[in-house]
């Protein structure tokens, strides 16, 4: 459910003890922040009115979130993905972006010949990565999202100038 209008912030990670707790992850720049952007919805629709961190976790926080009172509600909301109104998030600088924003962007490489769109942000702990669905191949790559692979991120015009290394792409 990426919409202009919603922003991934998080993840719901299952129960946190047996009052119906919740582990949360937040995606934001600062953590903690995540319960500033309330309400929170799931791809569903279902909508989270408030969240209170209750302690700090590896990879997350321990929360109530209200609607989740039982163990076995937290337990069924396990991996669901949270979203906060656009409207509720700070502005960011000119090199940031939100990921949805680069989703569905154009690819080109520093010469203009299209590489692909961009299909998904990934970070698996190294960084970001570009999830590149290349025009004439449903096989995706991963392009990393640093200065030096992405110079440029047009969001006005929904191009992203990108300077691959060399491989990446099969026909460079």
Do not use: W
């Not at 903690?32 to 209170?52: C, K, S």
């Not at 299209?114 to 990934?122: E, F, I, Q, R």
């Not at 691959?164 to 026909?171: K, R, S």
Request: with cysteine; charged share 20%.
């Amino acid at each position: 459910m990426t919409t202009d209008t919603r922003v991934i912030v998080g993840s719901l990670g299952g129960s946190f003890g047996v009052k119906g707790e919740v582990r949360l992850k937040s995606f934001c720049a600062d953590p903690a922040a995540i319960a500033d952007y309330t309400p929170l919805y799931a791809e569903d629709g279902r909508a989270f009115a408030q969240v209170v961190l209750t302690g700090q976790l590896k990879n997350g926080f321990s929360a109530q979130v209200s609607g989740i009172t039982t163990k076995e509600e937290a337990d069924a909301l396990r991996n669901t993905p949270l979203y906060a109104e656009r409207d509720a998030m700070p502005p960011v600088d000119d090199d940031e972006y939100y990921y949805a924003d680069l989703i569905g962007l154009t690819v080109v490489d520093t010469g203009g010949a299209t590489l692909g769109k961009v299909k998904n942000v990934v970070d698996h702990g190294a960084g970001d990565l570009l999830e590149i669905t290349p025009p004439t191949t449903p096989e995706t790559v991963f392009l990393p999202f640093t200065q030096a692979a992405v110079p440029t991120v047009d969001l006005k015009s929904g191009k992203i100038v990108a300077d691959p290394p060399a491989g990446l792409f099969a026909d460079d």
